[in-house]
């Protein structure tokens, strides 16, 4: 098999305001594992919360080009995935979900089947998705959600953690006016104060908010457990479930748990917690990060099994440079083609597109 790895720049169509941060663009790695004249895809964005910047995930993706010589075909491969990583070798989980995106993507692509198919569903699916407001005026908030329903949207999620809680509350406040009838979930990625979280939560119940997602910073999960038994609404664990074992730690003690393929470490991983989670009520979230198309579409083959979808990641972008899971009008969108049953598009400008390319072959 033949890996190789290209860098490139995905710029927001405008900045987005979080609790603890801005982003206005973020460096992405394109995986390909290509086998006996076929190529399978995966993408892993760098991330300064998660510890993840372009060089560690260059040289993680270099070393599994190295690693993937011992492999005679992309099946062997991804079995492999399932006995974890070789002695002595962690890669982050983000790349980890990205080579085996590539690698469900090229057996796919080499059987004639779709992912999800892989997977275990036999249909495609497709999920009303998420659409992120985020920190910003209330009078642009409420533009931004009127247009955002015209567009076919029906689940709104609205950023929080702004330093005077009175300026969410009216954020929250205008949405609702401009948008009456759309579902809202809220995220204040961890900003409240525990002790002010059971007020909060009770005014956002009041303004018809149907969850809200890591309300109280990472760290204390169990008093995540203990705001979430008294919450009037359902809390959903993000930041506080990473991987497996915070699942199994918060499952029957939270109402959801936002699985996202980049810190769990791929659908293998989702799909384990998923099956964690059943008849435990606790619920699964399917959420990303910013991402184009093909860092998104995994998760969107496993879209049929989320109580909530927020895979909105590739629709904050100027310009997605991948196609294939749609999501303009509110709904993603499993292919029926074979492997992730995405395609490239053309940068609208080659001249100013910059992008740093490398390539490890085995």
């Known amino acids: 098999m033949k890996v190789s790895q290209r860098t490139v720049r995905l710029e927001l169509a405008e900045p987005l305001r979080i609790s603890r941060a801005t982003m206005a663009a973020r460096d992405a790695v394109w995986l390909s594992v290509e086998h006996r004249g076929r190529r399978g895809h995966g993408e892993v964005v760098s991330s300064a919360y998660h510890r993840l910047d372009t060089r560690t ?7 599994l080009a190295l690693e993937s010589g011992r492999f005679g075909d992309p099946e062997s491969a991804l079995d492999a995935l399932c006995d974890g990583p070789p002695p002595g070798r962690e890669p982050h989980p983000a790349v980890v979900a990205a080579w085996e995106s590539a690698l469900l993507d090229l057996v796919g692509k080499r059987t004639g089947t779709p992912v999800h198919r892989l997977l ?3 249909t495609a699916p497709a999920a009303v998705t998420a659409r992120t407001i985020g920190i910003t005026t209330p009078r642009q908030a409420a533009a931004q959600a009127a247009r955002l329903v015209r567009d076919g949207f029906s689940l709104l999620k609205v950023k929080a953690g702004a330093a005077d809680p009175e300026e969410d509350l009216l954020r929250v406040q205008a949405v609702r006016s401009a948008a009456p009838y759309a579902r ?26 149907e969850a809200v997602e890591q309300p109280i910073a990472p760290g204390d999960p169990e008093a995540l457990a203990r705001i979430a038994a008294r919450s009037p609404l359902p809390v959903i664990a993000d930041e506080d479930a990473v991987g497996f074992e915070d699942a199994r730690r918060l499952a029957g003690r939270v109402h959801g748990i936002n699985v996202k393929l980049a810190k769990c470490g791929g659908v293998g991983a989702a799909l384990r917690i998923a099956e964690l989670l059943a008849g435990s009520g606790t619920a699964l979230m399917l959420g990303c990060l910013t991402a184009s198309t093909l860092g998104i579409a995994p998760a969107v083959h496993l879209a049929d099994r989320a109580r909530w979808t927020d895979l909105d990641g590739h629709l904050l972008l100027a310009h997605d440079p991948w196609t294939g899971i749609g999501g303009t009008d509110g709904t993603v969108r499993a292919s029926h083609r074979p492997g992730l049953g995405v395609a490239p ?12 390319s490398a390539e490890a072959a085995v």
């Open 57 to 63: 995930i260059e040289w993680q993706v270099a070393e």
């Open 120 to 122: 275990g569903s036999a």
């Open 184 to 209: 809202l979930l809220l995220d204040p990625n961890g900003a409240w104060p525990a002790a002010e979280a059971p007020t909060l939560l009770s005014r956002y119940a009041d303004l018809g908010v």
């Open 345 to 356: 598009v053309p940068p609208p400008d080659l001249g100013t597109a910059a992008d740093r």
